[in-house]
């Protein structure tokens, strides 16, 4: 069966540190990948977009990188902090012909500590 | 400002009673979508748009319409609620239909059917 998956348990780690959250998928085949921020009741916020042909992508404190083998995308924050709590989507089209529906995973709170 | 508008952001209602959450765009944008999101099951896409006129289903479209008239324009309606879709919604809009670029996200509008 088809399955994005990211960590369901909320990651802490502290003010400076160098968050790593993952996005697993199995049985798609995404031309890209798409990371989200959420903060509580607020809607999805774009960050980065990686396209499969790259390895990998960065916009200031941010990096992202696709594994088209591993079926798998990292997703770092360096040098966080605690304005970075909040809510990681990802998100893949289901498939690669841009069909227009798009697949999130349930996302991984991230939580900064001072 | 560039913004998607959904309106009610809050409503409570009875079971079967038809209503309609409204969605619109100052971008210009081609696509459109509608997402609800549970705890437990994420972000999960109910309808999407990729012009006027041309609607298809995502993932959980039992229950609900849309229509696309005009290209600002995207409601959902529930023509009888029940409780089960009891959810926050969330309308969101693209440039394009290609889905490699970002979407950009409503601020939500939180349904309580009783």
């Known amino acids: 069966s088809q399955k994005i998956e990211q960590n369901s348990e909320a990651l802490n780690i502290q003010e400076g540190k160098t968050a790593t959250l993952t996005c697993n998928y199995t049985n798609y085949s995404p031309a890209y990948l798409q990371w989200y921020r959420q903060d509580p009741g607020r809607g999805p916020v774009f960050l980065l977009l990686?396209?499969?042909?790259?390895k990998e992508k960065r916009k200031e404190r941010l990096k992202v990188t696709f594994d088209t083998t591993l079926k798998q995308s990292l997703f770092h924050i360096t040098a966080s902090q605690p304005a970075d709590s909040a809510t990681y989507l990802c998100?893949?089209?289901?498939?690669?012909?841009?069909?227009?529906?798009?697949?999130f995973g349930q996302g991984t709170t991230l939580q900064v500590k001072p | 400002e560039a913004q998607v508008t959904q309106n009610p952001r809050y409503l409570i209602t009875v079971t079967g009673k038809k209503l309609t959450v409204t969605c619109s765009q100052n971008?210009?944008?081609?696509?459109m979508s509608w997402y609800r999101q549970d705890p437990g099951l994420g972000l999960r896409q109910i309808y999407y748009s990729m012009n006027v006129e041309v609607t298809d289903k995502g993932d959980v479209p039992e229950g609900y319409k849309v229509s696309r008239k005009e290209k600002r324009n995207f409601p959902l309606i529930l023509e009888s609620p029940s409780p089960n879709q009891t959810s926050l919604y969330f309308c969101?809009?693209?440039?394009?239909?290609?889905?490699?670029?970002?979407?950009?996200f409503g601020p939500g509008t939180r349904l309580t059917v009783t």
């Open positions: 998100a893949l089209d289901s498939y690669s012909s841009n069909t227009g529906k798009l697949i």
């Open positions: 969101a809009s693209s440039p394009t239909t290609v889905l490699s670029y970002e979407q950009y």
């Open positions: 990686i396209r499969e042909n790259e």
């Open positions: 971008m210009n944008h081609e696509y």
